[in-house]
């Protein structure tokens, strides 16, 4: 199979607490000793685990299941019963039990190596969210800065490009981040978004997302454009991936924004195949510049029109360049109130002023100068923060885009607003947790292959068959692709696309619904490519 764009790379492979020194008031629960039996027969899994906490707090437990491997735990555990949620009591041999739909997961000794199940213990500690912002350090991020600096561009400085793409892939898999490299052409050049994943403990499948660009144009060493941004990127990093969250956070540096977002777009056009639903992003752009000289912010035409309320505000200050724009579209009003209120609790200091686009901001194009566009576009919640960009700063795109010129203090205070967002977006956990491999604890009702080996692609016969009308088809990819399974009539005429999709390795099922065919013989292929892998007959009945 060819190679895939997408390349997995683990910073941790289980981290079962958080490292020593990060609550020095209370621990974190530890789970071990997680036993996961599958009776194939009865459709039903069971765990059984002990589960402890120094302090004997009271817990909520929860329980995950994966068909990739462990890359992933998006199955469903529907109407699970025993030692599970709130309250729980710490103690030996605990037990959680469900029952699995046989059309919906296909699970027998073949597939097996496949499927793992994940124990999370949370004692429901409450992570201070003032101590995460006030670690963040002004000196970091002026060091992240004078790494990062220098033109950022493939086609000028191709050696520096690599060097800050180095420099953030090792930044982006510490701690409790799993890193994820997203590689693209553009034209000659390998782009690349660097990503560094969080995965949700409770509740994976939400996703939200903290970013920015680190390219630059040709002539710009970019301390603001998007030196800031990334500097602050890496500091939040290191404050937020100690940590474990309920819902799946990902820390994202996009190539290629000064070329038509292109980092961004990739990324964005892929999302719907990677299993996640993406709650909302929080964009830096141009985090750095900050004037307190009357008349050093410039606003765009209409803006006064528009927003009425921003426009009176800023100009009580006097157009000073002195705030922080929170830009958002009116679809992201929650996400732009949710930023207001963390800067106001944790920042008081930062002065915001904020403001919601129309429709995905084509009214005010100025607004849609950064990544966060591509989101609005294709329906997701997103928000801009930004210093103004070129309606503040001089030296926008220009080679005195330098370090010297801008404000760390204010730099820092964004920060702190920014992950105290996220952190309660994402919903900060104190849990500790296993996984563990899934085990045969009955005899399969479907007996395995013979001959077939679990690292083959696989195209199940559908069931049931006959069918009338609904039948379902299971199929085993054995690493990551794109993958089609099509619906053919007996002459060779394509009747159905079902799947079209990049698959990561796994075991996946589809149900096909023939309700509007006639009765007959159907073939059914499993395919990558334009290569036929697998074929299949089935028998429409009515």
């Known amino acids: 199979m060819k190679r895939t764009n997408l390349y997995v790379l683990f910073g941790l492979v289980f981290s079962l607490f958080f490292p020593a020194g990060v609550f020095s008031q209370n621990q ?28 004997q707090d009271t817990l909520d437990i929860f329980v995950s299941l994966s068909n990739d491997g462990g890359e992933t735990f998006l199955c469903p555990v529907d109407s699970a019963s025993g030692d599970i949620g709130w309250p729980a009591i ?31 213990a ?24 004078e790494a990062i600096i220098g033109v950022r561009n493939y086609a000028i400085n191709l050696d520096h490009m690599l060097y800050v793409r180095e420099l953030i892939t090792e930044r982006l ?57 990334v500097a602050g990127l890496l500091e939040a990093a290191r ?101 207001d209120s963390c800067a106001a609790a944790f920042v008081p200091q930062l002065l915001v002023h904020s403001i919601a686009v129309p429709g995905t901001g084509t ?44 404000n760390f203090t204010f730099m820092t205070n964004i920060v702190k607003a920014a992950i105290t967002t996220v952190a309660r977006l994402a919903g900060i956990m104190h849990c500790g947790y296993t996984v563990a491999d899934l085990q045969i604890a009955a005899p399969s009702a479907i007996p395995a292959k013979e001959g077939v080996k679990p690292a083959d692609f696989q195209l199940e016969q559908n069931y049931p068959n006959p069918f009338n009308p609904q039948t379902r088809i299971n199929y085993y990819v054995p690493e990551a692709g794109n993958v089609d399974i099509k619906i053919f009539a007996t002459n060779g005429q394509e009747v159905q696309t079902l799947v079209h999709k990049y698959h990561k390795a796994g075991t996946y099922s589809v149900n096909f619904n023939a309700a509007s065919l006639p009765c007959g013989l159907y073939l059914y292929t499993l395919e990558e490519g334009n290569k036929i892998l697998a074929c299949k007959k089935m028998l429409l009945l009515k």
């Not at 046989?102 to 496949?114: F, G, H, M, R, T």
């Open 28 to 55: 974190p629960p530890v789970v071990d000793q997680v036993t996961a039996c599958v009776d194939t027969a009865n459709h039903i899994i069971t765990v059984t685990f002990n589960v402890s906490d120094q302090e």
């Open 90 to 120: 710490p103690g030996e041999g605990k037990q959680v039990s469900w029952r699995y739909d046989p059309e919906e997961l296909y699970i027998d000794s073949s597939v097996l190596k496949w499927y793992k199940v994940k124990v999370i």
């Open 122 to 145: 949370d004692d429901r500690y409450r992570v201070d969210l003032q101590d995460l912002a006030d670690q963040v350090d002004s000196l970091n991020l002026k060091n992240n800065l």
């Open 173 to 229: 898999s510490a701690g409790n981040s799993k890193l994820i490299l997203q590689d693209f052409r553009y034209g000659t050049y390998d782009a690349l978004n660097i990503i560094g994943m969080l995965p949700g403990q409770s509740r994976e499948a939400n996703l939200y997302i903290l970013d920015g660009h680190f390219d630059t144009v040709a002539i710009s060493p970019g301390a603001d454009d998007n030196g800031a941004a």
């Open 239 to 339: 404050i937020l991936t100690p940590f474990h969250y309920r819902n799946s956070l990902q820390l994202i540096a996009f190539d290629l924004e000064e070329y038509n977002l292109g980092g961004s777009t990739y990324y964005v056009n892929h999302l719907a195949n990677n299993g996640y639903d993406l709650k909302g992003v929080v964009n830096f752009e141009m985090i750095g510049y900050y004037s307190s000289q009357p008349n050093s912010q410039i606003l765009p035409a209409g803006f006064e029109l528009l927003f009425p309320d921003a426009y009176n505000a800023i100009a009580a200050q006097q157009f000073r360049g002195n705030f922080l724009a929170n830009v958002g579209n009116a679809q992201s009003s929650d996400l732009i109130a949710l930023f």
């Open 363 to 406: 009214m005010v194009p100025d607004l849609r100068r950064s990544d966060h566009a591509i989101f609005w576009d294709k329906g997701y919640n997103a928000l801009m923060l930004t210093d103004g960009g070129n309606l503040r700063n001089p030296n926008y795109h220009t080679a005195g885009d330098s370090i010297g010129t801008l």
